[in-house]
C-alpha cells in the first residue's frame, strides 16, 4: 500500500521521502528520485534519527502518512505469549505515536498540514479470532488520531484511514519480516464483502489524497473506512 501510494506522489510531482525497514527498502527499492532511510519504527532512537535526518534536507513537512503495522500467526489470546503481545501493540501502536512525536515540529513548520494513520477494518470489528494485540493496536491508532487532531489542530489535521482486507505483502506477515505459515483465506473474506473482492492497494490512493489535499481542509480527526462495504 506504502509504494503504492509512494509511486504515484512521485508520479504527480510530490517531493517523497521513505522510511521503512533496512530489508524493505532492499526488497522493493523506492522510485528514482525518491529518498528512503532505514528505520525499525518501533524504536524511539532510529526514529528521531531518521526525521532529524530528513530535517536537514526539509525545513518543513507538508503531509505525514504512517503505514506501520503488522501481525503474526493467528493465536487465540489465551495461548499468546505477553512477548508476542507487546511485541505487536509495539509495532503497530506505539510507533504511530513515536512517528506522530517526531512528525509534528516539522509538520508545525508549513503553512498547512496533515497526517493520515493507516487503521484498519479490524480497528472496528473483529469477525476473526487471532488476531487480538493487532485489533486492539488498530482501534487505538483511530483514537490516537483523534487525540493528535484536538492537540494539533489548528496547525496539523490528523484522520486515518481503515482499509478492509487488502492485496499486500501484510496478508503472508508483511514486507521486511518473517513469512507468515497460516495464510489469509481470501476468497473467504471476498465472499463477505459487499463489493465482492478484497482491496487492491490502488484502491487507496483516492482517499489518502484527499486527506492529505486541499479538498480535506476542514477533515480531521476522523477515520475513512474503504473496505468495499465490509464494515459501515
Given at each position: 500500500m506504502g509504494r503504492a501510494f509512494v509511486r504515484a506522489?512521485?508520479?504527480?510531482?510530490?517531493?517523497?521521502?521513505?522510511l521503512d525497514l533496512p530489508?524493505?527498502?532492499?526488497?522493493?527499492?523506492?522510485?528514482?528520485?525518491?529518498?528512503?532511510?532505514?528505520?525499525?519504527?518501533?524504536?524511539?532512537?532510529?526514529?528521531?534519527?531518521?526525521?532529524?535526518?530528513?530535517a536537514?534536507?526539509?525545513?518543513?513537512?507538508?503531509?505525514?502518512?504512517?503505514?506501520?503495522?503488522?501481525?503474526?500467526e493467528p493465536r487465540p489470546l489465551e495461548a499468546m505469549a505477553l512477548?508476542?503481545?507487546?511485541?505487536?501493540?509495539t509495532g503497530s501502536l506505539t510507533s504511530a505515536f513515536l512517528l506522530s512525536r517526531a512528525a509534528i515540529p516539522l509538520l508545525r513548520a508549513a503553512d498547512s498540514a496533515a497526517i493520515v494513520h493507516v487503521s484498519s477494518t479490524f480497528g472496528v470489528w473483529v469477525p476473526q479470532s487471532g488476531f487480538g494485540p493487532y485489533a486492539v493496536s488498530k482501534a487505538g491508532v483511530i483514537n490516537l488520531v483523534r487525540v493528535l487532531a484536538t492537540e494539533c489542530g489548528p496547525d496539523i489535521r490528523v484522520n486515518g484511514l481503515a482499509p478492509g482486507i487488502t492485496r499486500t505483502a501484510f496478508l503472508d506477515g508483511g514486507t521486511g519480516r518473517p513469512a507468515k505459515?497460516?495464510?489469509t483465506d481470501t476468497e473467504m473474506v471476498a465472499a463477505m464483502v459487499p463489493a465482492k473482492r478484497i482491496a487492491q492497494p490502488e484502491d487507496m490512493l483516492g482517499a489518502l489524497f484527499f486527506l492529505i489535499g486541499p479538498g480535506s481542509h476542514y477533515v480531521t480527526s476522523q477515520t475513512l473506512h474503504v473496505n468495499g462495504g465490509l464494515w459501515s
Amino acid at each position: 500500500m506504502g509504494r503504492a501510494f509512494v509511486r504515484a506522489a512521485a508520479d504527480a510531482g510530490l517531493d517523497v521521502v521513505v522510511l521503512d525497514l533496512p530489508g524493505a527498502i532492499e526488497a522493493f527499492p523506492p522510485p528514482q528520485g525518491v529518498r528512503a532511510i532505514a528505520c525499525d519504527a518501533s524504536d524511539e532512537a532510529q526514529v528521531v534519527a531518521a526525521f532529524d535526518a530528513m530535517a536537514k534536507d526539509a525545513p518543513h513537512l507538508d503531509a505525514f502518512i504512517n503505514f506501520v503495522g503488522f501481525t503474526n500467526e493467528p493465536r487465540p489470546l489465551e495461548a499468546m505469549a505477553l512477548a508476542e503481545w507487546n511485541e505487536i501493540i509495539t509495532g503497530s501502536l506505539t510507533s504511530a505515536f513515536l512517528l506522530s512525536r517526531a512528525a509534528i515540529p516539522l509538520l508545525r513548520a508549513a503553512d498547512s498540514a496533515a497526517i493520515v494513520h493507516v487503521s484498519s477494518t479490524f480497528g472496528v470489528w473483529v469477525p476473526q479470532s487471532g488476531f487480538g494485540p493487532y485489533a486492539v493496536s488498530k482501534a487505538g491508532v483511530i483514537n490516537l488520531v483523534r487525540v493528535l487532531a484536538t492537540e494539533c489542530g489548528p496547525d496539523i489535521r490528523v484522520n486515518g484511514l481503515a482499509p478492509g482486507i487488502t492485496r499486500t505483502a501484510f496478508l503472508d506477515g508483511g514486507t521486511g519480516r518473517p513469512a507468515k505459515q497460516k495464510k489469509t483465506d481470501t476468497e473467504m473474506v471476498a465472499a463477505m464483502v459487499p463489493a465482492k473482492r478484497i482491496a487492491q492497494p490502488e484502491d487507496m490512493l483516492g482517499a489518502l489524497f484527499f486527506l492529505i489535499g486541499p479538498g480535506s481542509h476542514y477533515v480531521t480527526s476522523q477515520t475513512l473506512h474503504v473496505n468495499g462495504g465490509l464494515w459501515s
